[in-house]
């Protein structure tokens, strides 16, 4: 109990996190975007649900809900303050798309580059993929290219220097900056954005009149059919709204990706910002390295020499492949420190990490959950509780009279200690406390009443049988944590069968009960023994007191015709 105690206060906090029934929330409903209005297939709903519920599990044991609501709704519940972060990350369809670029344009006239007088732009343009002549071995999987990596290598983590991605397909604003650019490359500005585009070679014409007329938007525009893989052509958008693109087929996709973490900054390699480590599988690694090893091929500074990364139908970045081909199956996505914190590289590497979501959802509705009605919820139901744990007291006074003391300090220590539990988890890993939580601590104090009850009727049979109280301590305890140990596992396993079977408010319950029973065989091996052991050294239990609960004249009124030993007689 010192223990945990200590660590809550070490955490700074000394009250449980409560749930969305308790304390209110967030519950959104995201709707499955189909042709003319049809019905998604079951399948592909059943996998969204899955994979957000991964999702939200992967950001924190929060207590969020996530259900199906008839056949294209999704229902997201939130619980506390502050989630919006969660709220944006759970829905995003996250297509992560590798193309390569045809034709680059002046986003908006208002954020075209400025030309200096010797024909190079500042460095708000798009960088270049630099590297450095001289490398020795490939990075890790997962790992940020070191100083030693090969020039292949360091080409692509320079060229995913851009600005800053957003894991969002809902054209909210994301936190503009501008990408550093390596002071020994000045990039010269590409033939075609001066407004001389060049469409040679563009098959699709509907795609080259939608270039036209697009207009991006320095909050982010998500082009129509930019995020559809199955279009060999499309025109889309980078995230500031500075440039425009035509883009031809996907060469690589987020399905391709098996592994994504977020890396702390690395000032060796001169990253002050949290990076996202993509890690390609085998077939997507060979795909990037052929779609670099075209691009490579394809004359110097045009556009055909970049490749673009596409996150939800915008462009994340398209670095120039200027250093050959790049292999090594590993990526790394970063930007600037203001913006790309680690709460954002956690939140997109979750968001890629547990692959994309089978349909487009939109945010049919958000509403703000009150706490008002789970607030009298907890009222009844601490009632309930405060009358059940005082009936259980009762009969334990009247029956065990003083034994009945090592039960109540018992229950004592047990509650100390779930509460402390609840607290230290709920900082440490987002538990929440909702009302299915209470009604299964609730529950547990008859299962810790119970174990105290059948090792102080095995004492008891123990005392009737004629043998002396110390010994009969010990084994009545032998006897008694057999079979305890066995209630206890039969509760658990049910608990543990209900949380991974279950969904929403039985899951809860299911946890509670589960944490209480652990916490009973610990007070029940490591207090109530031990205590019961310490008291019977006294003179009030170990003399058999009438009012100690181990009284023999009590014992022998209690059927027994065993004649008890002449010392406790005296």
Request: some cysteine; hydrophobic content about 40%; proline content about 7%.
């Amino acid at each position: 109990m010192v223990a945990l105690t200590g660590v809550m206060f070490l955490q700074g906090r000394s009250t449980p996190k409560l749930g969305l029934d308790l304390a209110g929330g967030t519950t959104v409903t995201l709707t499955a975007k189909t042709e003319a209005g049809k019905n998604p297939p079951a399948s592909q709903m059943d996998q969204a649900v899955k994979i957000i519920t991964q999702r939200v599990n992967g950001l924190g044991v929060s207590d969020a809900e996530v259900n199906k609501q008839g056949s294209n709704n999704i229902v997201v519940s939130v619980p506390g303050e502050g989630q919006q972060q969660v709220v944006d990350t759970i829905g995003k369809t996250a297509k992560l798309q590798f193309r390569q670029v045809y034709v680059v344009g002046v986003g908006t006239p208002a954020a075209a580059p400025s030309v200096s007088p010797t024909g190079s732009v500042s460095p708000s343009t798009t960088p270049k993929a630099t590297t450095t002549p001289k490398a020795s071995e490939s990075p890790k999987a997962g790992v940020k290219p070191s100083a030693s990596s090969t020039p292949r290598s360091r080409a692509l983590s320079e060229a995913l220097a851009a600005p800053t991605p957003t894991p969002s397909g809902t054209g909210k604003s994301s936190p503009s900056a501008t990408p550093s650019v390596n002071p020994s490359v000045v990039p010269s500005l590409p033939p075609d954005l001066g407004g001389q585009e060049d469409f040679t070679g563009i098959e699709d014409k509907a795609v080259i009149d939608q270039y036209k007329k697009l207009a991006c938007s320095p909050n982010g525009t998500t082009a129509p059919g930019s995020n559809d893989p199955t279009k060999k052509w499309v025109a889309a958008c980078d995230k500031d709204g500075k440039e425009k693109y035509i883009l031809g087929p996907v060469r690589v996709e987020g399905t391709q990706v098996s592994d994504a973490n977020a890396m702390p900054p690395d000032p060796q390699q001169g990253q002050s910002s949290w990076t996202v480590a993509i890690k390609f599988k085998s077939a997507g690694g060979r795909q990037f390295a052929a779609v670099t090893t075209d691009a490579y091929k394809a004359p110097a500074e045009t556009p055909q020499r970049r490749v673009a990364i596409v996150l939800d139908g915008q462009v994340v970045s398209a670095p120039s492949i200027d250093n050959g081909p790049i292999t090594g199956g590993t990526a790394s996505i970063f930007g600037p420190p203001d913006s790309f914190t680690q709460t954002y590289a956690d939140d997109l590497a979750n968001v890629l990490k547990y692959g994309a979501l089978p349909l487009e959802f939109t945010q049919s509705s958000i509403d703000e959950v009150s706490s008002t009605l789970g607030s009298d919820q907890l009222r009844g139901g601490l009632i309930a509780g405060a009358i059940g744990l005082a009936l259980v007291v009762l009969y334990c006074m009247v029956y065990y009279q003083g034994l009945g003391l090592v039960a109540v300090s018992s229950l004592v220590v047990a509650s100390a200690i779930t509460y402390l539990s609840v607290v230290i988890l709920g900082e440490g890993m987002g538990f929440r406390l909702s009302l299915p939580h209470i009604i299964g601590l609730i529950v547990s104090i008859g299962i810790t009443a119970d174990s105290f009850i059948v090792y102080f009727e095995r004492l008891r049979d123990e005392l009737r049988a004629g043998r002396t109280l110390r010994p009969s301590i010990e084994s009545a305890w032998k006897r008694a944590r057999r079979t305890i140990l066995v209630a206890d596992a039969v509760t658990f396993l049910a608990a543990v069968v209900l949380y991974f079977l279950a969904v929403g408010g039985v899951r809860g319950f299911a946890f509670a009960m589960g944490l209480t029973t652990l916490i009973d065989v610990v007070v029940v091996f490591f207090f109530t023994k031990p205590l019961v052991a310490l008291l019977s050294r006294t003179r009030f239990f170990g003399k058999g007191h009438r009012l100690s609960g181990l009284s023999p004249s009590r014992l022998r009124r209690g059927g027994t015709t065993a004649p008890l030993p002449k010392s406790q007689e005296a």
